[in-house]
């Protein structure tokens, strides 16, 4: 079943903060996050594995929580080259690879100078 | 080194032509998978080949879409008969084996064939 993601669409200041929320109705194995420009291919940003970690680079992290089936990406300080669209891309069972990455439906973001 | 590479990057089809799309993975890359993604959406999951072995057809819509890897390499996504229904984007990554615990591991997503049937 497809992760629900949240909000749709969100629109920034450069320099301000965003939290995109992935969830999913069913167990899951990991969460991946991707960014898409335009015409563009999905970029890889982070991939959590069940265990509740949390992971970051730059300015940008995660957290997944496993018993709530939910991921949550955090931007802070946002650049204008933050804008795209944000897929969180969800592995369930017990891994393996079968079915590959169930994708969420995305969320726009725009930031403006 | 070079990403992942497709081909052709647009194809229109008349409803009813056969179209085979072509897939030139990152070198090593052993985990190939295939995704279809429909304007505003994410990208849909259609078949994964480790090596030239397709463990997971599920995502394919039909009997009319048929996948293939037969070196291990490059990847062909077939599709017969077009259909309206069947424009999209095809996009296809790459990803080295599956890691330590089985988990699907970084998708390299080559930049995708835009596939229109008229």
């Known amino acids: 079943q497809q992760p629900v993601q949240s909000p749709q669409a969100v629109i920034l200041r450069e320099g301000e903060d965003a939290v995109i929320n992935c969830s999913s109705s069913?167990?899951?194995?990991?969460v991946h996050w991707y960014r898409q420009k335009h015409g563009e291919a999905p970029v890889f940003l982070m991939i959590?594995?069940?265990?509740?970690e949390q992971k970051g680079h730059d300015k940008i992290s995660a957290s997944f929580n496993e018993k709530k089936q939910q991921s949550s990406l955090y931007l802070t300080a946002s650049q204008l080259s933050y804008s795209g669209t944000y897929f969180c891309?969800?592995?369930?069972?017990?891994?393996?690879?079968?079915?590959?990455?169930?994708f969420g439906k995305g969320t726009h973001l725009i930031i403006q100078p | 080194g070079a990403g992942v590479s497709q081909s052709p990057r647009y194809k229109v089809a008349k409803r009813g032509q056969d179209v085979a799309l072509r897939c030139d993975p990152i070198?090593?890359?052993?985990?190939l998978f295939w995704y279809q993604q429909a304007l505003g959406q994410g990208p849909e999951f259609l078949t994964y080949?480790?090596?030239?072995?397709?463990?997971?057809k599920s995502g394919l819509p039909s009997d009319r879409f048929f996948a293939e890897r037969p070196e291990g390499s490059v990847s062909t996504l077939k599709i017969q008969r077009t259909q309206q229904e069947d424009s999209a984007v095809y996009l296809c990554?790459?990803?080295?084996?599956?890691?330590?615990?089985?988990?699907?591991?970084?998708?390299?997503f080559g930049p995708g064939t835009r596939l229109t049937v008229t």
């Open positions: 990554a790459s990803s080295l084996k599956l890691g330590v615990q089985g988990a699907i591991r970084e998708q390299y």
């Open positions: 069913k167990a899951l194995y990991s």
């Open positions: 959590l594995l069940k265990g509740g």
């Open positions: 891309g969800t592995e369930g069972g017990s891994g393996g690879g079968a079915d590959g990455l169930t």
């Open positions: 070198s090593g890359h052993v985990s």
């Open positions: 080949f480790q090596n030239e072995a397709q463990l997971d």
